[in-house]
């Protein structure tokens, strides 16, 4: 694959599908169905026959309550995945906040860093992006959950301090992409905000994400387990790209990519 083209992400383009691809044993939808390379090449085939444009690798689970993985163990666990996929027809991203891990996922044929904590949690991964010229998503998170914030305020200042970061390190602006992070240090209602007010994000002049894929903020409202939660995540989703996200994260590679060819004709055809 060539290096991932920001002009993909231009306003005339139609949005990209992120497939999830987690190579953990603790994920909270799909911990340990990919560990294994063959397992992972597998699954990541077939999510690129359903459309995935991105395949999205992580080796450490961020759900709440998760344990903390040594970066060499999230090595072993990335590594022999990306170099297994990379000859396959999508662009690679890593997830995660480390940037020895990161670096070394970049060296192995990722093309993309998704970090959870914005830039802010290991201050070398800023530096990672710009030296191997790649886009890094920029994850807004909080540490604990203030029901009494202003989630949008918040979500303001950390956005302005990631994006003081990848500029300062020489991140160019057409690499920085944001996520506000649902349901990371939010609760149910700010999640929701969240959705309510997605077109705000617009504000920031840079590509947004949006990766709600089967959270509990879908599961509280709907009451279904994890694996249930396809068509609330659609719903979800769909909000978010009429809101201006231009990647959806999802496990549900095929709705989500029927839904986005949807979306984009009604924007290409609509009157």
């Known amino acids: ?6 002009e993909l992400l231009a306003e005339h383009q139609r949005p990209l599908v992120m497939g999830i691809l987690n190579v953990t044993p603790d994920s909270f939808s799909d911990g340990g169905r990919h560990n294994a390379p063959d397992a992972a090449y597998a699954h990541a085939s077939a999510m690129i026959a359903e459309g995935a444009d991105i395949l999205d690798i992580g080796g450490e689970s961020t759900r709440p309550g998760a344990t903390f993985v040594e970066a060499d163990d999230e090595l072993s666990r990335v590594l022999p995945v990306i170099e297994r996929i990379a000859s396959l027809d999508a662009f690679i991203s890593i997830d995660t906040y480390k940037a020895c891990v990161a670096d070394a996922a970049v060296k192995a044929g990722a ?8 830039l802010q949690k290991d201050a070398d991964m800023a530096s990672v992006a710009a ?8 994850m807004h998170n909080r540490e604990e959950v203030d029901g009494a914030l202003d989630i949008f305020e918040d979500i303001a200042r950390f956005f302005e301090k990631s994006i003081a970061l990848a500029e300062a390190a020489g991140v160019p602006q057409h690499h920085q992409i944001l996520d506000p992070g649902f349901g990371f240090g939010k609760t149910l209602e700010q999640n929701y905000q969240i959705l309510k007010r997605f077109a705000e994000l617009k504000g920031f002049d840079r590509p947004i994400l949006a990766g709600a894929s089967r959270k509990r903020m879908i599961g509280h409202v709907l009451n279904v387990e994890t694996d249930q939660r396809v068509f609330g995540s659609l719903a ?5 790209l009429q809101g201006g996200a231009q990647i959806i994260r999802a496990h549900d590679v095929k709705a989500h990519a029927d839904a986005v060819r949807i979306y984009q004709a009604m924007k290409e055809l609509g009157a």
Request: aromatic share 8%; glycine share 8%; proline share 7%.
């Open 111 to 118: 093309h993309i860093i998704n970090d959870v904590w914005g």
């Open 236 to 240: 979800v989703h769909t909000l978010a």
């Open 131 to 138: 030296h191997h010229g790649v886009p890094v998503i920029m």
């Open 1 to 6: 694959m060539p290096a991932f083209n920001a």
